[in-house]
């Protein structure tokens, strides 16, 4: 039996990150099925893209366009909605965008009890942001966002409340920043092998052959 490690870096806000996992779960989804007494472990690091992002968030398309402009934004969205499709998510460009620093804070809180629930966190943050155009940057979102993740409501809104997490989060931000990561997502596997991007389902079985050849 071989215990795979998958340390992944990525921010809330990043489309290509929720692609990444959807791949790496695609990929880890066929090895186990040649390899069943094989386990994965995740464990998700925080990114800022935006460090400056406001809160609350501001229109996702004006601050798209204002950064893109409108048709490279159009070229970029119509890009997403193809892959997304082919990925099993359903992208919506509509409503808000801003800072992600507290939505970092909630997968702390999710780390906290253990790897999959830190999962369950990042998928119902997902969901919101790229799905049902949630504003991530907003307290009340990230509230039903971790209750849907099964974590406990007063202790989600007390940990909102305060800055539980944020000294993690953000040594863990500097951390990758000190490791010349410039860009999200970025899988680690094992501690040597390194996808930058959201590669196919064929680069992280190419990883998983190295560990379990070693």
């Given at each position: 039996?071989?215990?795979?490690?998958?340390?992944?870096?990525?921010?809330?806000?990043?489309?290509?990150?929720?692609?990444?996992?959807?791949?790496?779960?695609?990929?880890?989804?066929?090895?186990?099925s040649t390899h069943p007494s094989d386990t994965f472990t995740?464990?998700?690091?925080?990114?800022?893209?935006?460090?400056?992002?406001?809160?609350?968030?501001?229109?996702?398309?004006?601050?798209?366009?204002?950064?893109?402009?409108?048709?490279?934004?159009?070229?970029?969205?119509?890009?997403?909605?193809?892959?997304?499709?082919?990925?099993?998510?359903?992208?919506?460009?509509?409503?808000?965008?801003?800072?992600?620093?507290?939505?970092?804070?909630?997968?702390?809180?999710?780390?906290?009890?253990?790897?999959?629930?830190?999962?369950?966190?990042?998928?119902?943050?997902?969901?919101?942001?790229?799905?049902?155009?949630?504003?991530?940057?907003?307290?009340?979102?990230?509230?039903?966002?971790?209750?849907?993740?099964?974590?406990?409501?007063?202790?989600?809104?007390?940990?909102?409340?305060?800055?539980?997490?944020?000294?993690?989060?953000?040594?863990?931000?500097?951390?990758?920043?000190?490791?010349?990561?410039?860009?999200?997502?970025?899988?680690?596997?094992?501690?040597?092998?390194?996808?930058?991007?959201?590669?196919?389902?064929?680069?992280?079985?190419?990883?998983?052959?190295?560990?379990?050849?070693?």
């Open positions: 039996m071989t215990n795979i490690r998958i340390d992944i870096v990525s921010d809330t806000v990043c489309p290509w990150c929720y692609v990444g996992k959807k791949r790496m779960e695609s990929a880890i989804a066929q090895w186990t995740t464990t998700w690091y925080p990114f800022y893209l935006d460090p400056t992002a406001p809160i609350p968030g501001e229109d996702k398309q004006q601050r798209y366009e204002r950064k893109f402009g409108a048709a490279r934004t159009t070229m970029m969205q119509q890009r997403l909605a193809a892959i997304g499709d082919a990925e099993g998510i359903a992208f919506k460009f509509g409503g808000r965008t801003g800072n992600t620093r507290n939505s970092h804070r909630l997968v702390q809180l999710g780390k906290t009890k253990g790897p999959d629930r830190q999962t369950r966190v990042i998928e119902e943050l997902f969901a919101a942001y790229f799905e049902n155009e949630q504003d991530v940057s907003d307290v009340g979102v990230l509230q039903k966002a971790g209750e849907k993740a099964g974590l406990g409501a007063e202790e989600v809104k007390e940990w909102l409340a305060s800055d539980k997490g944020g000294k993690e989060v953000d040594e863990e931000v500097e951390r990758a920043q000190r490791r010349f990561i410039s860009g999200v997502p970025h899988f680690t596997i094992n501690g040597k092998y390194e996808l930058g991007g959201a590669q196919e389902a064929e680069a992280f079985l190419e990883a998983f052959e190295k560990v379990k050849g070693e």
